[in-house]
């Protein structure tokens, strides 16, 4: 289980896409294809948890800023500490 010793040990990003049978518009963009992006969150003692990122068309700035920014402030880190206090 989470002890109280227990870290994150790694985040990883699954970005997900799927092609669409017929695009679709809103008042920005027509898309020909949906998207999703997965966080992995895995501890040191192999625990997973699973979360996702919103990522519809900023995907390229979205998979750079969880795997080289809020990864590296998250390693290391009490699990079960949601609360980011910047210590």
């Not at 010793?5 to 949906?34: C, G, M, N």
Request: with cysteine.
């Amino acid at each position: 289980g989470c002890g109280m010793t227990d870290r994150i040990a790694a985040v990883t990003v699954h970005p997900l896409s799927a092609k669409l049978r017929e695009p679709f518009a809103y008042s920005q963009a027509w898309y020909a294809e949906r998207g999703a992006m997965l966080v992995e969150i895995t501890t040191a003692e192999g625990l997973t948890g699973w979360g996702e990122a919103f990522s519809n068309a900023s995907v390229p700035v979205t998979i750079p800023a969880i795997r080289d920014i809020i990864a590296k402030l998250a390693v290391g880190r009490d699990p079960r500490d949601i609360a980011y206090d910047n210590d």
